[in-house]
């Protein structure tokens, strides 16, 4: 499974950008992808995941509300679109994928996953 993560950019304080990742390689069955994020000097972390076969998201606080996670199973692409954005949301993000269906309490812990793409940068200035 290969991943390739763009749309990141620089944004002002309460501008929105949609994040994209396509998925390559094996894409059928059970399949989880995430977003998770890391800023300079910080851990990284959970930021939203979907089931391919949908029906099941999760979000991390941080994100409930302002940001929303979908799929386009035939682009085999995941969406991250992002609203409200603030300074403190600046890192690079990076989307991550797991060859079965996660149940949600797991889906925030990266290392369920063991296929991930390379980062996109998001700056958001104020």
């Known amino acids: 499974v290969q991943l390739q993560a763009s749309g990141g950019g620089l944004v002002q304080a309460g501008g929105s950008l949609r994040l994209s990742c396509a998925a390559s390689g094996r894409t059928s069955g059970p399949y989880t992808v995430a977003w998770f994020r890391q800023a300079p000097g910080k851990e990284r972390e959970f930021v939203a995941a979907?089931?391919?076969?949908?029906?099941?998201?999760r979000y991390a606080d941080s994100a409930k509300g302002r940001f929303t996670i979908t799929r386009d199973n035939a682009k085999n692409t995941v969406y991250l679109q992002m609203n409200s954005l603030k300074p403190e949301d600046t890192a690079d993000y990076y989307c991550?994928?797991?060859?079965?269906?996660?149940?949600?309490?797991?889906?925030?812990?990266?290392?369920?996953?063991?296929?991930w793409g390379q980062g996109t940068q998001v700056t958001v200035s104020s």
């Open positions: 991550a994928a797991a060859e079965l269906n996660l149940i949600t309490g797991s889906m925030g812990s990266s290392n369920r996953y063991p296929y």
């Open positions: 979907t089931r391919w076969s949908g029906g099941i998201t």
